[in-house]
């Protein structure tokens, strides 16, 4: 534990143990890192993770012989930035809820951050089902979930849940009912989270060790293996999601809306999207189904008109990364984690692989950790009118549909525990 008296009285944010030279590094990653993450806790710790990862993707690059300047590389929070409580990914540095650009001049370090394929799927029901009968169909079938479903739906903030459909100003119910399945089946995760255990003798694939910690980048041979593999584990991904659905629905008449990946790769540049949607169709926000979520569909963003008033357009366009933010399409799928509690300060401590260890200090208590996972009591998921109050400040999205919770098919509720 750090001594009481390590902490000023005001709050504060500190790396310890960066090595010596490493420093510029972690000043050009920030200088790199954006975000419009809801609320003032997690949202400002994210950045400062993602920092540590970042810099260490920047200094392989530049090893390698990459322009950062030139390549236009940039992180960038949705409204659900936050935590990940993914130990590796939080060791490496790497935080979740945004866009991570990290390509340069055709090789990218995109793998380093951990796609995985996750995404969640919208069915609506298509025939007149009175709700009292509904409920109980939904409730047997939690009978008829087999062993891989069961091990996804309730871990963390992967769900299956029935919702009405509300219209957003009258909140009238429109009479349709949509289930939204929200889990991956992480079919393939491993290949994507460790490539080399299977490209490491690939041409193109470059293994550079940093002051903090190894970066994997690719190009070439290993770059399209590695792409090929995540649309693989997507296309698996979604299938498994339908497969939910199907056991769910069983007999009753459906079809599928949409599916969605908010943790895999985008654009032409393979940019990570992690916890965050570009997709041009209907997709949910806020997803705890305690809440209920928000059907929404993407605006053009972010405008001109935002980024002349945001504190952060300056250095957008000092580093001429306009276009990009003209063309991101963000909208947040509403996951991700936040304190409880406003905390006072935290130390994040740096060794050789990495993210050593954690020190924070809230309501008068201390605690040193390795990962989120371990003070999850600490840890709330409720968020939802906090990431749509900066969903409309930015202009992100324009809202369809309210979906009020019906049932949760499995289980009861939604434990903030599982893997993000």
Same mark, same amino acid.
């Given at each position: ?167 957003? =100003? ?5 009479? /349709?009912? *949509? +289930? ?5 089946? &992480?079919? $393939? @995760?491993?290949? !994507? ?122 250095? =957008? ?5 306009? /276009?990009? *933010? +003209? ?5 947040? &799928?509403? $996951? @991700?984690?936040? !304190? ?81």
């Amino acid at each position: 534990m750090i001594e009481e008296n390590v902490f000023p009285n005001s709050i504060t944010i500190k790396h310890v143990g960066v090595t010596e030279g490493f420093e510029k590094w972690m000043k050009l990653a920030k200088e790199r890192i954006f975000s419009i993450a809801a609320g003032n806790r997690i949202g400002d710790i994210a950045p400062k993770i993602m920092e540590v990862g970042y810099a260490k993707v920047l200094y392989a690059a530049t090893r390698l012989g990459a322009d950062i300047d030139t390549a236009k590389t940039f992180v960038m929070f949705a409204p659900d930035g936050t935590c990940s409580l993914n130990l590796e990914r939080t060791r490496r540095g790497f935080s979740y809820g945004g866009i991570f650009r990290m390509s340069f001049d055709g090789m990218i370090a995109t793998n380093n951050s951990m796609p995985n394929g996750c995404g969640f799927s919208v069915y609506e029901l298509m025939e007149q089902v009175d709700d009292d009968k509904l409920v109980s169909h939904l409730k047997d079938a939690q009978c008829r979930l087999g062993e891989e479903e069961l091990k996804q739906l309730g871990k963390g903030n992967h769900f299956a849940a029935m919702y009405k459909v509300k219209d957003p =100003v009258s909140w009238e119910d429109t009479g /349709r009912r *949509f +289930l939204v399945v929200h889990c991956s089946g &992480h079919v $393939g @995760g491993d290949r !994507l989270y460790y490539p080399d255990t299977w490209l490491a003798d690939t041409d193109g694939y470059h293994k550079v060790d940093t002051p903090h910690g190894d970066i994997v980048l690719l190009e070439g041979d290993a770059k399209n293996l590695y792409v090929e593999q995540f649309r693989k584990t997507e296309g698996i991904n979604s299938k498994n999601r339908d497969k939910t659905a199907q056991d769910i629905f069983d007999g009753l008449e459906f079809r599928l809306k949409d599916s969605i990946t908010h943790q895999g790769l985008s654009g032409n540049d393979f940019e990570h999207i992690i916890g965050t949607q570009r997709y041009n169709g209907m997709m949910p926000i806020a997803l705890n189904p305690e809440e209920g979520l928000v059907a929404v569909k993407t605006n053009p963003n972010l405008k001109s008109a935002f980024l002349d008033g945001w504190k952060s357009g300056e250095r =957008v366009y000092r580093l001429g990364l306009e /276009r990009h *933010f +003209l063309n991101l399409n963000l909208t947040p &799928h509403g $996951g @991700g984690y936040e !304190l409880k509690h406003p905390f006072e300060a935290m130390q994040i401590q740096l060794g050789k692989e990495g993210i050593k260890r954690f020190t924070l200090k809230m309501n008068g208590e201390q605690r040193s950790f390795t990962y989120f996972r371990e003070v999850r009591d600490w840890l709330t998921y409720r968020r939802k009118m906090q990431i749509m109050k900066e969903v409309f400040v930015a202009d992100l999205a324009t809202v369809y549909y309210d979906l009020e919770p019906l049932m949760q098919v499995y289980p009861v509720q939604s434990i903030p525990g599982g893997e993000a």
